[in-house]
C-alpha cells in the first residue's frame, strides 16, 4: 500500500499497473493488478487520489488555465499537444492539470504563426517514470 501510495504522486492508476505487473508483484491474493484494483485498494486504504494530489500543488482545470491565459479551452488542448503548455495526467483517460505558467513564459495567442514554429524546445513528459521511485 505503502508504494502505491508513492506512486500516486507520479503516476495514474493505469501506470501504477504496469510498473507493479512488471516488476511481478502481486496482490495478497496472488493476482495481478489492474486499474480497478488500483482504485479499490486506494478507496480502502484512503489514499488520496492523484487528481487532487496534483490540485494540492496548484495546477488548474483545462477551463481554469484557459480563464488565466483568456483563451479557449480547446486551446489549452491544442497547445498542450503542441508542447507550449505542460499537463500531467491525472487519470488514465488522457484528463490533465497544468501549471500556471509564470507572467514571462505564458503563451498568447499568435494568428499567422503555425504552432510548430512556437512549440518549445524542451520535450514535455509527464511526472511518470520508467523507474520506482522508492521500495516499499
Known sequence: IQEIDTLLDY???G???QQLNERGITSSMGHRFTPSL???LRRAHRLTPRYHRLRKQGLLTQNEIADELGVHSSTVRTWYAHGILVGY???DKG?????????QHRPTK???????????KTKVTSHATN???HEA
Request: net charge negative; with cysteine; hydrophobic share 30%.
Open 131 to 133: 523507474k520506482v521511485q
Open 110 to 120: 499568435m494568428q499567422g504563426q503555425k504552432l510548430i514554429e512556437r512549440s518549445n
Open 15 to 17: 501506470e501504477i499497473v
Open 38 to 40: 488500483i482504485a479499490k
Open 95 to 103: 484528463e490533465r492539470l497544468y501549471p500556471l505558467p509564470d507572467e
Open 11 to 13: 503516476c495514474t492508476e
Open 89 to 91: 495526467n491525472y487519470n
